[in-house]
């Protein structure tokens, strides 16, 4: 990277953020937009104040009145980003899609179409989407399973679906003009197959899909195994999809403060299962607790290893197994730095795992 | 990156591609740019006509004919990319060199000089080459051989060979200035010395060595181990280098459509030994099968592990194999999906594992 | 990445780069700014003319003498480059911090400034610091202790701290508005904490930290563990700080020529704690010799493994282990080639291993 991209990645203003709101962390964390406890908007509203063992020492002599003017104008940024999340948008990604089952087969039907996707308050951008979500809904389903994909095309492009990491036989592998002719606009295409192998995976689009699955076409697809591990039945489990395209920095379709928490209980164990869909690595950085990698790809790793920076490179998938032995609200982000803070405060590739006690 | 360097890159035409033949498949792929069977072409003719499973359901009353009509246009671009597929150029480079023996050393000799060489149909670009090949040629020894190298520098540059994997004594190591003096143009310098360590390894230009790399002073050096494992007689052996530079993005440096597939028969165990020789990451995705990683820069690995997306970084060398269980023709690229498609079709760094029955 | 960015890369002149000095290796590498041995010097002085085995032929027929003039005068510049390292600058990052004992209690104070830092010969830049070092001082603790940070803000802007690896309580993790309010212009704040956990870790700038830690407000936060392996008593152990923001790429806040040679005896044990500060992944290349992976974010890996080439992505610490058996001057180097070298020669992250007989 030459010296003036650096430049520019510093100075950039972070155009898309908008802080319209202050103060509604509390009502926001405890409403629609998030699963868990009042106790997390407790523990991030009181942490500021609440903390012990910190101390601040007075000024010193040569503090200047203007210099603290312009830091205290850009900590008020930092403050509404971090007060407003996470920041309720319209739409929720990454929402598990039940099957229809008929005959023994889970029938999944996925509609593509373009909407149009508020990625944090007020940001609205078009998107490419499967069932009005990005990322599209989450399927999960088991090894062995019949499972029918019928696939809907309402977008102005041909297109199809990739089962990225699924084992299937060549014809359902989705790659048009190798195993299946595109899916016109206004056509359907059925996809069936009998779940090869288990883990964690991904569907998205394979035609043009430098533009497609950067607009938003693309969804998790989560094989539970038939023979199961010590890690298969977490406290939680939760995904977070990376993304860096046309929608900027996101996890599971949002940027940061519309992202949402992780939340646990202390003493849980939590499963986190990363997929990267953008262009770009992130390694992903967790405050307070290390992260025990499990399994790569779907596939359980030979030698469980530690980290508490994880760097995700894109098609890639990575499961990792987090006691959550240590209470509070802990910063979760991409440590790229550029991809999590502005000058106008954290933005894009950041969330929060909040460790209640 | 910017909002503004993906927008770039999502809309970047991909000037060189260029689909003047169509139907040519049949053709080229059992002809001399193919080193392996009809049945490829024909799995791979077949495979959208002959596919099982999928069923297209009839357009829905939204479809609009427009729409129909540029999305026809973008697919026939798209086509004939694929049936172009492997496309045959001029040249092709990582060729196995025969040694001379003399006295019981194999002697090799490698002439660096300008050429033109051709990385799709009809796009010709500059390289610096090593015996007129693009990567150079392959060189292939066993652990302890006695090696000499001549290089024959015919550059407008002075260069070097580094060894790069190599644990050799250090006036071996080809860094002017450092270990040896530059090799001027006109000049020869002779390399001479007994293999220390097996596996995947590189050599390359290490003087200018953004420019000489980039341009095309690589190529792989292969050592064979004296104590052989399960892993050293598969029944397909494949080197994949990648590339980034100013030849934009090459496997063994060519871009699609005129990359060569890898071939095997149902039940074989391919072994694929991926190098980056250039200055991105690679995460490579291959469809249909896993890859069990076996050795990382030559070093077998303690614990073998499974992915379907290995992230190779440049310097880097990953050997993996591939039980090949699934057949068919699949699609096997980087999985940063803009060094793979455009909305021109795939392009770069993609090609096929063609596994027939 | 574009064609054009490409080319731009290549082409980009290293303004940066001023070779003022030749032949002054031997005085300066005696001398305050190198660690160690005059040993050092002599190999790499004695190593163009002093190798074996490399044997240079006459010039060929077909060598022009244009050709040749202009290859002389770019290696001139390569040579000056090399001769001048390692290179005298002002200041030096990466000192170790003796802390003042106060009741059982390891007091470090840390005063965060901007100064100007000379990151290579001549080339000053703006920098913030800790304690007038880039990276700033190392502070070097052992599991159990109890340690106390006091940070003095004299920057412009407010600040933190956050230990990035220590798993703290959470009013000590050092994120303004969630778990602390931010260090104002003039004020000071101080950490306490008892150390919880081994390993390579780092502290640095929490807030506008794209900005704060690309200008310099980082540095190493070592951990010794109370049980110790057979990897915790090395013959030499360093620490290697990747950075690549507003300073250009760097090591331990350097640029070569001015980076600070590693220097090893032949036989001895030498483990380097790579930490990345940047935005940009550095696959570092040792010549010579391979590395034994240990640790990965201060974790000990269950299983460890051998490279030439290690990928270390933003956020991210390695620990390896390198047994120094082979004797020389090493090239050291990340392996994205544009970060260590331009038509003008070896620049930015280039630094040696030296290993004494």
Redesign the interface.
Known sequence: ???A??????R?PSSRRRFLRDGGLLAVIAGAACKAAPKAAAA?AQ??S???????????T???AS??A???A??AM??KG??AFPAKTAGLGNQRLAPNVVDGVKVFELTAKKIQWETEPGHLVEAWSYNDQVPGPQIRVREGDRVRV?L?N?L???TSI?F??L???????G???????????????????VVP?AGSHMYHS??????Q??LGLLGAFIVEPTVRSVHDDPDVDEVLILN???H?YTFNGKSFPATQPLVAKLGQKLRIRFMNEG???H?M?L????MTIIA????P?????????L?V?????WDVMVNCT??????FHC????H????HGMYGMVT?LVVNK
């Open positions: 990277m030459s010296d991209t650096v430049t520019d990645l510093l950039k991030l942490s500021p609440g903390q012990t063992g910190g101390t601040m020492g007075p000024n010193d040569s503090s200047r210099a603290t312009a830091a205290d850009m900590d930092h403050e971090i007060k019928i809907h309402q102005p492009e041909s990739h990225h990491g084992e299937l036989p060549n014809a359902m592998d790659v048009p003009f190798i195993t299946q002719p595109p899916v016109k606009p206004g056509q359907s295409f059925t996809y069936e197959f192998n394979h035609h043009d899909s430098a533009k699955v950067g860096d395209g046309a900027g262009m770009m690595i390694p950085h405050h307070g607790m290390h790569k790809d779907g596939w790793v030979p030698a469980p290893w530690k980290c508490d920076t760097n490179a894109p098609g890639e998938r240590n209470p509070g609200t802990w910063a440590h790229i730095l550029p999590a803070e502005s000058e929060a």
